[in-house]
């Protein structure tokens, strides 16, 4: 890169938005990018996530009577995920994936998102207005409860300092790996998945700071630190109530990938190259997900009702693929 490069440019003066030590690093942003998602992708094979093995893992789960309007906010959020999955599917056909990565992994977390949400209304007829409060409630229904299938399952109950300690020593048993290597094996990519919740942690301590920070109990202290014992105390509270689980680490991946992070997939010699294996893998994790949320919904709804849906899908879609391949 020349010395008027953007990269070196953006290292150095940062924008409006961000300070320079804010600014993400090449060697770190890109790989750990790709390579989550490749773990993911792994690891869904493995796991041999699908339809029917959705349904075999909730088959305690029992059929829930829910008023039209319930049942119509599963079903969209389903159809909403399906056309998701359509999109990635078509976006693997492009020959420059750099063309279309970052657009490729905001579809992705729409995805994740709209088939979290089916679940969670299937599970206690609720919807919550934004991400943050589903990714709360998906978290509280699914993996506190062991509701969440692996890859998706793993939590952390706290962001406690021993919390986070314990919790990561359990996930971190299955393996290590750095995310800025390419995963191949099994053991390999749940290193890397480890590190990602480790890092997806560390941004939300940071999170809970800031907000602390803005509480009339922490201004009221006269400080802008958490080095005294009542800051600390705020901070420790807050650290408490947040837990972390799969949809918080799906926002951090799409946050990072439309804003923060947004450069390194379209700059860059390497990067269409990189990029080639990551819309790829994207599609397959997200069926993985949407087959286990298909799995729990379709048996809360019972099959009266789920069989119907997805024929009247097949039926009447304008998509290019069939639900019916997918989650019958």
Known sequence: MTDASL??????????????RDIPNAV??????????RALAILVDDQAV???SARAFYEKVQKREMDERTINTVSEQLLFTFHQIAALRALE????????????????????????SAMVAAADGSFQD??????????????????????FADRLAT?????????????RSRGKHSLTVMPKTVKQAWGCIAEYLSGTAEWEKWNCEERVKDEAAFRALGV???????AQFLRDAAYRRRSIAFLQQASRYRGKANYRDAVFLAYGKTAAARLEGLVEDLPRVL??????????????????????????LDANRSLSISPLSFWS
């Open 7 to 20: 990269y070196r440019m953006l290292r150095e003066f940062g924008t409006l938005t961000e300070a320079p």
């Open 28 to 37: 770190f942003a890109l790989p750990s990018t790709i390579h989550w998602m």
């Open 50 to 52: 699908t339809f029917q």
């Open 93 to 116: 056909a492009v020959s420059c994936k750099a063309d279309v990565a970052r657009m490729a992994i905001v579809t992705w977390y729409y995805g994740i998102y709209g088939a979290a």
């Open 130 to 151: 934004n991400h943050s409060a589903t990714a709360q409630q998906w978290n509280a229904q699914f993996p506190s409860r062991g509701l969440a299938m692996a890859p």
């Open 159 to 171: 962001l406690l300092k021993e919390d986070l300690a314990v919790g990561l020593e359990a996930i």
């Open 224 to 230: 802008d630190n958490f080095r005294s014992g009542p």
């Open 287 to 312: 069926e993985a997900f949407a087959a286990m949320a298909a799995g729990y919904c379709s048996l809360r709804l019972g099959k009266k009702r789920w069989k119907p849906f997805v024929e009247d």
